[in-house]
């Protein structure tokens, strides 16, 4: 059920950041957390979830020396702000909040 923006005053918010590049990720919760305590609402986090780390191995040649290999690798990094009692002028300013190509943000109620 989606509630309208006039009960989002009691409503608990998580906000959920994941990015590739661990700087853009922090840069990104700071301005999150700013815009928050202009609001002057309660705020947790960012809480640092473990870093999820993909690691692929590749031929270096497509015929002959399969022993000789290659390790490349993709690290996802996630942070998690929780609000409590949000008002709907605070989730309105984290909706218009301009963050940086390559940072994913998700809001949950």
């Known amino acids: 059920m989606v509630r309208p923006?006039?009960?989002f005053h009691?409503?608990?918010?998580r906000i959920k950041l994941s990015s590739y590049s661990a700087s853009l990720l922090n840069l990104s919760c700071n301005n999150v957390l700013?815009?928050?305590k202009e609001s002057n609402t309660?705020?947790?986090g960012p809480v640092f979830l473990p870093t999820r780390r993909r690691v692929y191995c590749v031929l270096r040649s497509p015929h002959?020396?399969?022993d000789s290999r290659e390790h490349?690798?993709?690290r996802s990094h996630f942070r998690?702000?929780?609000i409590s009692s949000c008002s709907s002028e605070t989730i309105e300013m984290l909706m218009r909040l301009d963050l940086p190509t390559g940072v994913n943000i998700e809001i949950k109620t």
């Open 5 to 7: 923006l006039n009960d």
């Open 10 to 13: 009691e409503a608990k918010v």
């Open 34 to 36: 700013q815009s928050i």
């Open 42 to 44: 309660s705020v947790k």
């Open 64 to 66: 002959v020396n399969k």
């Open 72 to 74: 490349f690798e993709i």
């Open 80 to 82: 998690i702000i929780d």
